[in-house]
């Protein structure tokens, strides 16, 4: 049985192509595991606070050591922690704004990054503790950033290949919907991106 995780980060609702795709991938992963489970998080819904001074020095802090103040302080930190380590698969909305991921996926990045729980240092530096997971990234962006000009400024999937790679989650996948506001590109993007998932 797998417990699939579907985090979504655009400010699109309905109207979202991101969550558009990261549902299309769900699908076809409960199509592979009809046993799966899906636990879905808008990160949107959720009004995910950005780290504080106060929330970043008590990550430092060893659990028995804190306080009943530090530990309420963290405590949305541990239960997205604790619902990530959970999941065996986590499909991630990923819309390019400004070139870059929204500032609620960057807040969720900066809660789940926690020294010694999801991350360590080993004598050859940096060692990512969340493994054996797989992530499929639901990219959707106006311009197309795959190939051409356009890809010195994504700094969406390499972003996320790269810091969840720290993390330890280094099996991932990004299926795009790009070119979604390009004639003669936008009027197939969503059925091209959708009818390009393979799940592995």
Known sequence: ?????????????????????????????????????????????????????????????????????????IRFSDELVKQLLAADIVVIGAPLINFT??????????????AGITFGYGENGPVGKVTGKKI?????????YSY????????????LKAFLGFLGMTDLTVFRAEGLKVPGVKEQAMENAIDSILID
């Open 1 to 73: 049985m797998k417990h699939i995780l579907h985090l979504k980060s655009s400010i699109q609702g309905k109207e979202s192509y991101s969550i558009k795709l990261g549902q299309a991938i769900v699908e076809k992963i409960q199509d592979k595991y009809s046993d799966s489970t899906l636990e879905e998080l808008n990160l949107v819904d959720i009004d995910i606070p950005h780290l504080t001074p106060a929330m970043l020095r008590t990550f430092f802090i060893p659990g028995d050591q804190l306080t009943e103040e530090e530990k309420e302080a």
């Open 101 to 114: 991921i929204p500032t609620v996926l960057k807040a969720w990045i900066d809660h789940i990054t926690r």
């Open 136 to 144: 499929y990234v639901a990219m959707s962006s106006g311009g197309v």
């Open 148 to 159: 051409g000009p356009g890809v010195a400024n994504d700094f969406v999937a390499p972003y």
